[in-house]
Nanobody, 126 residues
Framework: QVQLVESGGGLVQAGGSLRLSCAAS????????VGWFRQAPGKEREFVAA????????YDVDSVKGRFTISRDNAKSTVYLQMNSLKPEDTAVYYC???????????????????WGQGTQVTVSS
């Protein structure tokens, strides 16, 4: 059974940092592209960042460029999202998701991912 478990969320002041983790089990982790998405109240789930199955390529959305960094440790079956210079508009539930060797064309699409975690709340106060 595939499981993705997010952790590391919390309450932080604007300008602060958090590191989210996504621990995977039940799959050949090194063969899976992993993405981070977020959903704020009343809004649709949106793409934040992703990392290729090899770790050789990363993707992110303009609103987090230069502030968020995605990385992976295949030996630990874990993907990380380092979030710096947090803003109140980053407040959302953050989800990680996995898809077997997703192509670059699909990597930003919510519907492209087969497996999802339960989410972790990130709240940034002003």
């Amino acid at each position: 059974q595939v499981q993705l478990v997010e952790s590391g969320g919390g309450l932080v002041q604007a300008g602060g940092s958090l590191r989210l983790s996504c621990a995977a089990s039940g799959l050949t982790f090194a063969s899976y592209t992993v993405g981070w998405f977020r959903q704020a109240p009343g809004k649709e789930r949106e793409f934040v960042a992703a990392i290729s199955w090899s770790g050789g390529r990363t993707y992110d959305v303009d609103s987090v460029k230069g502030r968020f960094t995605i990385s992976r440790d295949n030996a630990k079956s874990t993907v990380y999202l380092q979030m710096n210079s947090l803003k109140p508009e980053d407040t959302a539930v953050y989800y990680c998701a996995a898809r077997y060797k997703a192509s670059a064309l699909l990597i930003r699409a919510v519907t492209a991912y087969n497996y999802w975690g339960q989410g972790t709340q990130v709240t940034v106060s002003s």
